[in-house]
């Protein structure tokens, strides 16, 4: 039954008006309901406090070889998950691995976004040859698989994880540029544009003040996507011995080490908690990304 | 044509039909009686929502999730419909019950030829046989005058107009030659002139093949060039039924009078305002109490609000659900010269006094409008 | 009418018209171009990558501009460019410069025809495993089929490849052998170009899941969407069974939005077989490239790239293609 409030039709017996939520309230309403969602995002709160942590403190030096015998299993006194193939302790490598996804991840999107937004802000709105220049490139990056391009920048720039970076950035503004792009191109033919711009706005106050905040929930939803798509280019990047260079632990390097032993017959364990951590975490950004897809989806609303 | 000429070929008692739904169960439709007569025309009429569709798709058990059939029977040759199993339900769709539906667009697959539609709708069955299936597809969009059938037999539906669109899916409903064709509102999709082409279609093919044919429709027009019989359904419930020329000569419920009045007529004055009725059909999940139409009544009494009519006979061979009728209302309340439609403007009466658990932003909560003087 | 026909919808070919043969040329046409950018594009960008071939391999000196000259090293990036180009034309994509005078060509294509097998397998696998997976979760939707199956495709495209090849080494190789005595155990050596089918199934499978987890997904909302449309009441109000109308009607139109993301699941295998061939040390174009820019051998990564660039701008091609023969009001 509901339990807002329902005013009556002027008619008794008449069909009955609901109150008319609005948009975001009633977005945040049905976030908060879905459970998944706020399961990832609790998830994701310990991860940033588990990343935050071991810039300080963790149980051992990661990166200091012998502390524990080599492939000791989880369980040992005073080594949790146990230890990799040179001794070093896997559960502080594990923490500090979280360090360089995290951040992959968040300023790999927010870099999109920005680059994303603004060039496909511009680009919907002026048109013309711009479109036409912009059409090209992207028939030739999509031609090629983005891993492919972000490794070749990535060798071009040298080794580091502010080049890691760069590299994927550059190779994945294309899909919110064009989201972004398609999302200005209709927009900016609705009526409030055409009034801003009969009153003498300026395009940079149009494109800001107008355009940017009608599309922004499609925004938000494909940053939230773009962090675990860039937190897996960067594990396959460091699993292909690309990545950050050592003894800097990292997720992707980790799992990388861990395949040989595993190949060779011995325990997974190497291998397994950081695959464990890459899944669960990308799983956790990917149902936050779709509980907010869901949430504002103006289809949905009941 | 085998059985006798006064067993009717479909029979349904009591049937009921619901929708359970996040806010409750949707009493769609209710109680439900009518027959059919074997090479009869019986019209299903009533507003949008009143039930109709969903009382065609209970015959042959396609309502949709969340809907479900919840009572009654549907006596076809004898067998329940409503207790057969599934398998022998789906050999009578399409072979001896067809039905038809309204946007011919998207009620015929886009990415399939119209032949091959057509033809499947035999191969699905066993009555025609496989190597006439293709002749006979080429007969059928002839019979139904669809012009260059060779060619187009080829052609996908987007290809072709509404109204050849309406006349391949009337081909292929009666691909099999079925005892009944169930037509849910045919005609409402097209334009004036190709409605009364595919009536035309209709009436030729009930007259020349024997057809039983069950119309559904909101418009009383189209009944009124097709079917012998009229079912009027307001909320779900049969509210009148009775031959063509009882209902639209002396109709007996309000509601069908109403109806009947809001028709816009050629002939009418020019000054005259057209006559809606007022109000919005009720919520069917919690329905008015008494009589459902009571909300919209301009007769309506005290009786009304608390008790719900049941079906009367109210000529031969015709029954109201009403407390009223219209003999009573152009007797005692005037209703040959009424002008003032609104709800209880003819008795004078209001609904009861009624607490209601939720605050109102203004107005009294037996609101009701000031009947006006009668000129 | 035989099966495939009456699924196609009434004949199984389409009709070619001028129209069409217009469209695909000006597709080849964009193809040329593309390839042409991108091969100038990594050519040089990779020659302004930091030592060379001959460096890293330790030859200085006199014996250094020898082989520079003779490879053509030491003249402008431009003219490099303008040589490759002339000889590409003509199929030739040079020599490489870490193994001193094999050919680009025709290595790569041997390794090319070992990633095809495999991108082949995983494609199969990512079709028949992802499509299956998408109609069996929208016709049960809300049972516990629908759910077990969403979240394998879940766990399919968010999982890295890397972990699910680890996981089926874990399971199949090493539990597997260890159950058994080494009797039944997956063994992730490599024999050969080819392989076996023994060897061939845990890498596509490996790649294929990532892929198989977006069709499915993007299977069953489209069969979801379509299920509700009119024409599907009208197949059963025709008495036909429910698998044909669940196939022949439904799936049928619900094709259109696979194939839209076709092209980037061949996209998504190319980087599965990227990844799974550096993991298991199969010969194939992506241990390869990944080698070449290790060792700075210039020409091959250039020819890998190439290639790449004509395998996703000729499937992209013949997804273009396909969907004529799926929804017939496309015709170009």
Same mark, same amino acid.
């Given at each position: 039954m509901a339990t807002t409030v329902t005013p009556w039709s @002027?008619? @008794?017996?008449g069909t009955l008006a609901r109150q008319q939520v609005g948009l975001w309230r009633d977005g945040l309403r049905r976030l908060r309901r879905n459970r998944l969602a706020l399961a990832a995002l609790i998830y994701l709160g310990l991860l940033a406090c588990v990343c935050l942590l071991s810039l300080f403190w963790t149980p051992y030096n990661p990166n200091l070889i012998g502390v524990c015998p080599t492939y000791a299993l989880p369980g040992t006194p005073g080594h949790p998950l146990g230890c990799d193939d040179l001794g070093r302790d896997l559960l502080s490598r594990l923490m500090v691995g979280s360090q360089v996804s995290l951040a992959v991840g968040l300023i790999t999107a927010a870099i999109v976004m920005v680059l994303g937004v603004g060039i496909g802000l511009l680009i919907g709105y002026l048109r013309g040859v711009a479109d036409a220049i912009f059409a090209l490139i992207i028939n030739v990056f999509y031609g090629v698989p983005p891993l492919m391009i972000a490794i070749v920048l990535y060798v071009l720039l040298g080794p580091g994880v502010i080049n890691i970076i760069i590299a994927i950035a550059a190779a994945s503004w294309m899909d919110m540029a064009r989201l972004v792009r398609g999302q200005t191109l209709s927009i900016r033919e609705r009526e409030y544009i055409e009034a801003a711009r009969a009153g003498g706005a300026r395009t940079g106050k149009i494109l800001f003040s107008h355009i940017f905040p009608n599309a922004l929930g499609p925004i938000i939803v494909q940053t939230t996507y773009v962090v675990p798509a860039a937190i897996l280019t960067s594990a396959f990047f460091s699993f292909l011995g690309f990545g950050v260079p050592a003894p800097q632990a990292d997720w992707g390097g980790m799992a990388s080490e861990g395949f040989s032993p595993l190949l060779a017959g011995f325990d997974p364990y190497i291998l397994l908690w950081p695959a464990i951590a890459l899944s669960v975490t990308l799983l956790a950004f990917n149902f936050f990304g779709d509980g907010l897809r869901d949430a504002f989806d103006p289809r949905q609303r009941r | 044509m085998a059985g006798s000429m006064n067993e009717p070929v479909l029979e349904v008692r009591e049937l009921s039909t619901s929708f359970f739904t996040d806010d409750g169960e949707v009493k769609a439709v209710r109680d439900v009686s009518f027959d059919l007569a074997e090479g009869g025309t019986l019209g299903i009429v009533g507003e949008s929502g009143c039930g109709k569709s969903v009382t065609a798709l209970s015959i042959l058990g396609l309502v949709p999730r969340p809907g479900r059939v919840v009572g009654g029977e549907i006596l076809f040759r004898g067998r329940d419909l409503l207790s057969i199993d599934r398998e022998e339900l789906r050999q009578i769709r399409g072979r001896d019950i067809a039905m038809i539906f309204q946007d011919p667009l998207s009620s015929l697959n886009p990415v399939h030829r119209i032949g091959a539609q057509i033809e499947e709708a035999m191969r699905a069955h066993d009555k025609v046989a496989p190597r006439d299936v293709r002749p006979r597809g080429l007969d059928l969009l002839r019979q139904v005058h669809v012009p260059d059938a060779a060619r187009r037999v080829r052609n996908y539906p987007h290809q072709f107009s509404g109204g050849m669109r309406q006349r391949v899916m009337i081909a292929m409903g009666l691909s099999n030659r079925p005892e009944i064709l169930i037509a849910d509102e045919p005609t409402t999709a097209l334009d004036v002139t190709v409605q009364a082409q595919i009536l035309q279609l209709l009436r030729d093919l009930n007259r020349d093949l024997g057809t039983s044919i069950i119309l559904i429709t909101h418009n009383l027009g189209v009944v009124a060039g097709l079917c012998s019989r009229v079912v009027v359904m307001y909320a779900g419930e049969i509210v009148e039924q009775g031959s063509t020329e009882q209902i639209f000569d002396a109709p007996q419920h309000p509601y069908t009078w109403a109806l009947l009045r809001s028709l816009p007529r050629v002939d009418a004055d020019r000054h005259e305002r057209l006559r809606s009725i007022e109000g919005l059909p009720p919520d069917l999940i919690a329905p008015p109490t008494g009589c459902k139409f009571n909300p919209r009544c301009p007769f309506r009494l005290e009786r009304c609000f608390s008790e719900a009519p049941e079906l009367k006979p109210v000529g031969d061979g015709q029954v109201a659900a009403c407390w009223v009728t219209m003999k009573r209302a152009y007797a005692e309340m005037g209703a040959g010269s009424l002008l003032d439609t609104r709800a &209880?403007?003819?008795?004078g009466v209001r609904p009861p006094a009624v607490p209601l658990p939720l605050a109102i932003t &203004?107005?009294?909560?037996?609101?009701g409008p000031e009947p006006l003087e009668r000129e | 009418m035989s099966r495939a026909s009456s699924f196609i919808g009434g004949e199984a070919v389409p009709k070619v018209t001028r129209g069409t043969l217009v469209y695909i040329i000006q597709r080849l046409a964009i193809i040329a171009l593309t390839l042409l950018v991108v091969s100038f594009v990594v050519f040089v960008v990779v020659h302004a990558l930091p030592g060379n071939a001959f460096i890293s391999q330790r030859v200085h000196g006199k014996t250094l501009q020898l082989l520079l000259h003779e490879y053509g090293l030491d003249q402008p990036v431009l003219i490099q460019y303008w040589n490759f180009l002339k000889g590409a034309i003509h199929g030739n994509l040079g020599v490489s410069l870490y193994i001193r005078g094999e050919a680009v060509t025709p290595l790569v294509l041997r390794e090319l025809s070992v990633s095809c097998e495999l991108g082949g397998s995983a494609l199969i696998i990512t079709i028949g495993m992802g499509m299956t997976f998408g109609v069996l979760a929208a016709i049960r939707q809300n049972t516990w089929v629908d759910y077990l199956l969403t979240s394998i495709a879940v766990i399919g495209y968010t999982v890295p490849s890397f972990v699910i090849a680890g996981l089926g080494v874990m399971i199949f190789a090493n539990f597997l052998g260890s159950v058994t005595g080494g009797a039944f155990a997956y063994s992730p050596v490599w024999t050969g170009t080819y392989g076996t089918i023994g060897e061939l199934w845990l890498p596509a499978l490996a790649i294929g899941f990532y892929t198989s987890g977006q069709i499915t997904r993007i299977t069953r909302a489209s069969m979801l969407e379509v299920i509700q449309q009119d024409y599907i009441r009208t197949a059963r109000a025709k008495g036909l069974r429910e698998r044909v109308v669940t196939i022949r009607h439904a799936l049928r139109n619900a094709l259109v939005p696979v194939i839209s993301i076709l092209g980037t699941t061949v996209v998504g295998i190319l980087v599965g077989v990227l990844v799974i061939e550096n993991i298991f040390g199969i010969p194939g174009l992506g241990k390869e490239f990944v080698e070449s820019i290790l060792q700075h051998d210039y020409n091959v990564t250039v020819g890998v790239f190439t290639i790449f660039a004509l395998l996703i701008g000729l499937s992209n091609l013949a997804v273009d293609l396909i969907y004529t023969v799926v929804d017939p009001r496309i015709r170009y």
């Amino acid at each position: 039954m509901a339990t807002t409030v329902t005013p009556w039709s @002027e008619y @008794e017996g008449g069909t009955l008006a609901r109150q008319q939520v609005g948009l975001w309230r009633d977005g945040l309403r049905r976030l908060r309901r879905n459970r998944l969602a706020l399961a990832a995002l609790i998830y994701l709160g310990l991860l940033a406090c588990v990343c935050l942590l071991s810039l300080f403190w963790t149980p051992y030096n990661p990166n200091l070889i012998g502390v524990c015998p080599t492939y000791a299993l989880p369980g040992t006194p005073g080594h949790p998950l146990g230890c990799d193939d040179l001794g070093r302790d896997l559960l502080s490598r594990l923490m500090v691995g979280s360090q360089v996804s995290l951040a992959v991840g968040l300023i790999t999107a927010a870099i999109v976004m920005v680059l994303g937004v603004g060039i496909g802000l511009l680009i919907g709105y002026l048109r013309g040859v711009a479109d036409a220049i912009f059409a090209l490139i992207i028939n030739v990056f999509y031609g090629v698989p983005p891993l492919m391009i972000a490794i070749v920048l990535y060798v071009l720039l040298g080794p580091g994880v502010i080049n890691i970076i760069i590299a994927i950035a550059a190779a994945s503004w294309m899909d919110m540029a064009r989201l972004v792009r398609g999302q200005t191109l209709s927009i900016r033919e609705r009526e409030y544009i055409e009034a801003a711009r009969a009153g003498g706005a300026r395009t940079g106050k149009i494109l800001f003040s107008h355009i940017f905040p009608n599309a922004l929930g499609p925004i938000i939803v494909q940053t939230t996507y773009v962090v675990p798509a860039a937190i897996l280019t960067s594990a396959f990047f460091s699993f292909l011995g690309f990545g950050v260079p050592a003894p800097q632990a990292d997720w992707g390097g980790m799992a990388s080490e861990g395949f040989s032993p595993l190949l060779a017959g011995f325990d997974p364990y190497i291998l397994l908690w950081p695959a464990i951590a890459l899944s669960v975490t990308l799983l956790a950004f990917n149902f936050f990304g779709d509980g907010l897809r869901d949430a504002f989806d103006p289809r949905q609303r009941r | 044509m085998a059985g006798s000429m006064n067993e009717p070929v479909l029979e349904v008692r009591e049937l009921s039909t619901s929708f359970f739904t996040d806010d409750g169960e949707v009493k769609a439709v209710r109680d439900v009686s009518f027959d059919l007569a074997e090479g009869g025309t019986l019209g299903i009429v009533g507003e949008s929502g009143c039930g109709k569709s969903v009382t065609a798709l209970s015959i042959l058990g396609l309502v949709p999730r969340p809907g479900r059939v919840v009572g009654g029977e549907i006596l076809f040759r004898g067998r329940d419909l409503l207790s057969i199993d599934r398998e022998e339900l789906r050999q009578i769709r399409g072979r001896d019950i067809a039905m038809i539906f309204q946007d011919p667009l998207s009620s015929l697959n886009p990415v399939h030829r119209i032949g091959a539609q057509i033809e499947e709708a035999m191969r699905a069955h066993d009555k025609v046989a496989p190597r006439d299936v293709r002749p006979r597809g080429l007969d059928l969009l002839r019979q139904v005058h669809v012009p260059d059938a060779a060619r187009r037999v080829r052609n996908y539906p987007h290809q072709f107009s509404g109204g050849m669109r309406q006349r391949v899916m009337i081909a292929m409903g009666l691909s099999n030659r079925p005892e009944i064709l169930i037509a849910d509102e045919p005609t409402t999709a097209l334009d004036v002139t190709v409605q009364a082409q595919i009536l035309q279609l209709l009436r030729d093919l009930n007259r020349d093949l024997g057809t039983s044919i069950i119309l559904i429709t909101h418009n009383l027009g189209v009944v009124a060039g097709l079917c012998s019989r009229v079912v009027v359904m307001y909320a779900g419930e049969i509210v009148e039924q009775g031959s063509t020329e009882q209902i639209f000569d002396a109709p007996q419920h309000p509601y069908t009078w109403a109806l009947l009045r809001s028709l816009p007529r050629v002939d009418a004055d020019r000054h005259e305002r057209l006559r809606s009725i007022e109000g919005l059909p009720p919520d069917l999940i919690a329905p008015p109490t008494g009589c459902k139409f009571n909300p919209r009544c301009p007769f309506r009494l005290e009786r009304c609000f608390s008790e719900a009519p049941e079906l009367k006979p109210v000529g031969d061979g015709q029954v109201a659900a009403c407390w009223v009728t219209m003999k009573r209302a152009y007797a005692e309340m005037g209703a040959g010269s009424l002008l003032d439609t609104r709800a &209880g403007a003819a008795s004078g009466v209001r609904p009861p006094a009624v607490p209601l658990p939720l605050a109102i932003t &203004g107005g009294s909560q037996t609101a009701g409008p000031e009947p006006l003087e009668r000129e | 009418m035989s099966r495939a026909s009456s699924f196609i919808g009434g004949e199984a070919v389409p009709k070619v018209t001028r129209g069409t043969l217009v469209y695909i040329i000006q597709r080849l046409a964009i193809i040329a171009l593309t390839l042409l950018v991108v091969s100038f594009v990594v050519f040089v960008v990779v020659h302004a990558l930091p030592g060379n071939a001959f460096i890293s391999q330790r030859v200085h000196g006199k014996t250094l501009q020898l082989l520079l000259h003779e490879y053509g090293l030491d003249q402008p990036v431009l003219i490099q460019y303008w040589n490759f180009l002339k000889g590409a034309i003509h199929g030739n994509l040079g020599v490489s410069l870490y193994i001193r005078g094999e050919a680009v060509t025709p290595l790569v294509l041997r390794e090319l025809s070992v990633s095809c097998e495999l991108g082949g397998s995983a494609l199969i696998i990512t079709i028949g495993m992802g499509m299956t997976f998408g109609v069996l979760a929208a016709i049960r939707q809300n049972t516990w089929v629908d759910y077990l199956l969403t979240s394998i495709a879940v766990i399919g495209y968010t999982v890295p490849s890397f972990v699910i090849a680890g996981l089926g080494v874990m399971i199949f190789a090493n539990f597997l052998g260890s159950v058994t005595g080494g009797a039944f155990a997956y063994s992730p050596v490599w024999t050969g170009t080819y392989g076996t089918i023994g060897e061939l199934w845990l890498p596509a499978l490996a790649i294929g899941f990532y892929t198989s987890g977006q069709i499915t997904r993007i299977t069953r909302a489209s069969m979801l969407e379509v299920i509700q449309q009119d024409y599907i009441r009208t197949a059963r109000a025709k008495g036909l069974r429910e698998r044909v109308v669940t196939i022949r009607h439904a799936l049928r139109n619900a094709l259109v939005p696979v194939i839209s993301i076709l092209g980037t699941t061949v996209v998504g295998i190319l980087v599965g077989v990227l990844v799974i061939e550096n993991i298991f040390g199969i010969p194939g174009l992506g241990k390869e490239f990944v080698e070449s820019i290790l060792q700075h051998d210039y020409n091959v990564t250039v020819g890998v790239f190439t290639i790449f660039a004509l395998l996703i701008g000729l499937s992209n091609l013949a997804v273009d293609l396909i969907y004529t023969v799926v929804d017939p009001r496309i015709r170009y």
